[in-house]
């Protein structure tokens, strides 16, 4: 079984300022590396998503940077803002599997 | 209305009861999913069906139990519930292609057994 590592467990940002979340993985066979958001009762829902032939991959005031070598993904938040305090899993799919190996989660608390 | 509906949302039950959880789906999406959530665990597959006549285990199969009743239902079933299958419960769906693609996940069920 893959092993999916993400730090930090809870993270407390300033309003605009820049919340960072890390992904770290054991295999180097990942052919995709998403992030999910989840609000308080409500399910998951894809925030933005990597493929590996692409180091970064920017959406609005969200980046994901891809370092392979370091076998690690990163979710950059700029601009925080209070509506962005939610849960955030990194998901990545093996390419040899069907299934997505989920993190813990990221509580992620905006401070106004 | 949700496109991915779960019920019930919330359940309390004992040991040993049989418990169903339903999920149906207006996406018009074949594949289906049942994951469930700890707290510090993140989500774990439990079953998946890409369409009505394919069923497969996931990480956590054992004691649970599914049927797909149509394209848009999926059913989870605890055959004997037990303390730790106390948790949150979701239902996914994702288009047919290469790969995962996006899931879209209902709002959840949350079981409790006592």
């Known amino acids: 079984q893959q092993q999916v590592k993400q730090s930090p467990q809870s993270l407390i940002v300033q309003k605009g300022g820049i919340s960072i979340i890390n992904c770290a993985y054991e295999?180097?066979?990942?052919?995709?590396f998403p992030w999910y958001q989840q609000f308080p009762g409500k399910g998951p829902a894809l925030l933005i998503a990597?493929?590996?032939d692409v180091s970064e991959k920017k959406e609005g005031r969200f980046t994901i940077s891809f370092n392979k070598s370091a076998k690690q993904f990163s979710l950059h938040i700029m601009d925080s803002q209070p509506g962005d305090s939610a849960t955030y899993f990194c998901a990545p799919k093996p390419n040899s599997n069907y299934q997505l190996i989920w993190g813990a989660g990221t509580k992620l608390i905006i401070k106004p | 209305d949700a496109d991915v509906t779960q019920t019930p949302r919330n359940r309390i039950t004992k040991t040993g009861k049989r418990i169903m959880l339903e999920c149906s789906q207006t996406?018009?999406?074949?594949?289906m999913y049942w994951y469930r959530q700890d707290p510090g665990l993140g989500l774990r597959l439990i079953y998946y069906?890409?369409?009505?006549?394919?069923?497969n285990k996931g990480e956590i199969s054992d004691g649970y139990s599914v049927s797909r009743q149509a394209q848009a239902k999926f059913s989870l079933s605890l055959e004997s519930a037990i303390p730790n299958q106390t948790a949150l419960y979701f239902c996914?769906?994702?288009?047919?292609?290469?790969?995962?693609?996006?899931?879209?996940f209902g709002e959840g069920s949350r079981l409790t057994v006592l």
């Open positions: 996406k018009g999406h074949d594949r």
């Open positions: 990597i493929r590996p």
């Open positions: 069906s890409f369409d009505v006549k394919d069923i």
């Open positions: 295999n180097t066979a990942f052919d995709y």
């Open positions: 996914a769906t994702s288009v047919t292609g290469v790969g995962v693609g996006e899931l879209f």
